[in-house]
């Protein structure tokens, strides 16, 4: 199936189910909101194309791959920088950023984007929290405690120069868990995987879930959030056993139900669909939010379409359900 | 005493090396002077959040000589994440009297912007804090900074060691950008007011949440190049409710019944930290700011409204910012 913005009223048929139907409205929309240069700007109002956006657009789009999906494509190729990385936003400096991880899986499928992917994932590889650096580890150890984490365990910063924190560590076990075991050169991919996914088991709030990456300060927890805590049980599937896993899955079970704010609703549903658990009523609520399509936010947009087909969204994640 | 070659080369090199050292430390931290000759501060009394709000901000607003007619004003409340109960954010309808009161004045357009630092759903944020519903009612746009469109910003100061950031386009093309924060202590800056409340400006797009790059170079540094950069034109502090202890998150509410005007963010702060029981020259950002960036002195300031008399018991802080406290 494929979708073009001109033909946006040939797919509200009456055959269609009401998701179904919604989820064409989305997709018009989204490629409504593709700029000239094929990217995506990160809110409707904006001309300026960030990558967050793009490449969860071109996540979306796969499920309707078209002109418009090849377009992202190549504005994602476009805008590597040199180093491999991949920028947070068009002209953006070109030391890289978190958003690379997204690149490599948007561009997963693309058989003349393996090079730039490889470049991407080198570049992954080299990129990692501060603390992973002896320096550090002995100063979080010795005279800056005021946030409980453990400096060994470390995983993927969102720009150069920063500690590791949960979303961008997430989204690079994601991408390096996509690569095929044979791929050479790369033998340290599952030591850092390793490494990421017991960053994400220790940074964990003490009643299950996560935020940012503070799980207490100053002696004191910080309370978790559902979207951070969806996109890191994304990353932790083949954990389902270990208590965090499961303290967190009932966290967002709990507070699922009561999102009314949909990037927080489309990610609770990609994760619970991932654990086998029940989505029907969410998906529900996901579905009769009002103006779903005036969404302001671009990454919002992107993420309901995802989740309104999250099977297939899981699997261009690389999560199996 | 013979100067042979290697003492020479010896002695270079320690030259060289103790300079790049110390010369950073050395060199002007800033090349503008933005200090008003004087400016004024006003203390409204206001014990708890009402539709009255409207009525006693406007009353306040009289107090000072503004002219938004025609421009477009950009209010930044302190939006960080939600708790029930707690004293985390402005208050919605302090922002809405806020919003009501700059249309009246005549405004070209009003809009409320902010970049949360902690959560990336500032949908969420802005749903559970009461803030969609109002500014929806009101007709209120809302930007988020976090995603808005971005431009290099050289820095107006040079604390942090970075020549530029990324900064909203929105905040830039701001005509009368008033900062609107909490009063809270906070647990790595000691306070967080008008000038730490511009934190949230920074995109979390471009640095991250929270934006860490901002701590690894320096929260006091950060703070001064930000409010150098992005120059805040008028304070609206929410202090009805204010936050005491292990801020900005987790701290305890704090009943002050005062809302704080000013046009010069560093009176503003040295004000409410006079509220909150603290010597404002303790804290940095605040004493380096008043060598640049506005006054802080009691001698400079032009106190209207009710006077400020420091508490029977200063706020509480956490234990690194004991010695803030008035003796």
Known sequence: ?????????????????????????????????QLPCGGWAALASS?????????????????????????????????????????????????????????????HDVIPAIPAKLRGVHWLMSFAGKESNWFWKWKFRTTDRHVRFDPDKFGWPWFPDTVSWVVPTTFAILALNQLPSSCGGLE?????????????????????????????VYGVP???????????????????????????????????????APWSLAWAILALAAYGRPIDSLYS??????????????????LICLALDYQRALSALGVTS | ?????????????????????????LLPKYHIDCRPRRSRVAILQAARYSQELDQTLAAGLRLFSIDVRGKRVVLKPNLVDYAAGDAINTHPLLVLAAAESFRRMGAKSVVVAEGPGHQRDTELVLSQSGYQESLRDEKVRFVDLNRDELVRTPLRAAYMGMRDLWLPRTVLEADFLVSMPKIKTHHWAGVTLSMKNMFGVVPGSRYGWPKNILHWKGIQESILDVCATAPVRFVIADGILAMEGNGPLNGTPRPLGKIVLADDPIAADATCARLMGFEPERIVHIREGSRFLGNSAPELLDQVGETVNAPATPFEVVPEFQDLRFA
């Open chain 1, 285 to 302: 609520s996901l579905v009769a939010l009002p103006k779903l399509p005036n969404v302001d936010d671009t990454n919002t947009l992107a």
């Open chain 1, 222 to 260: 910080v309370a978790p959030h559902p979207d951070d805590t969806a996109i890191a049980l994304l990353a932790l599937r083949e954990h389902e056993r270990h208590p965090v896993v499961q303290s967190s899955i009932h966290y967002l079970e709990r507070i699922a139900p009561s999102l009314t």
């Open chain 1, 188 to 216: 340290q991919v599952p030591f850092r995987v390793e490494r990421g996914v017991e960053m994400l088991l220790d940074r964990v709030c003490p009643d299950g879930g996560w935020n940012a990456g503070n799980g207490v």
């Open chain 1, 47 to 107: 001309s300026q194309p960030a990558l967050e956006p793009t490449c969860f657009a071109a996540l979306a789009l796969g499920l309707f791959p078209g002109g418009a999906l090849g377009r992202a494509q190549e504005f994602l190729l476009h805008t590597q920088n040199p180093n491999g990385s991949w920028p947070a936003f068009a002209g953006d400096d070109t030391d890289g950023a978190w958003v690379t991880s997204l690149a490599v899986m948007a561009l």
């Open chain 2, 1 to 25: 005493m013979r100067l042979t070659r290697r003492d020479f080369l010896v002695g270079s090199a320690a030259l060289v090396a103790g300079s790049s050292v110390s010369v950073p430390f």
């Open chain 1, 1 to 33: 199936m494929c979708f073009d913005s001109k033909q946006v009223s040939h797919y509200k048929v009456p055959t269609m189910t009401t998701d179904r139907v919604v989820l064409s409205g989305l997709i018009a929309e989204l490629i409504l909101r």
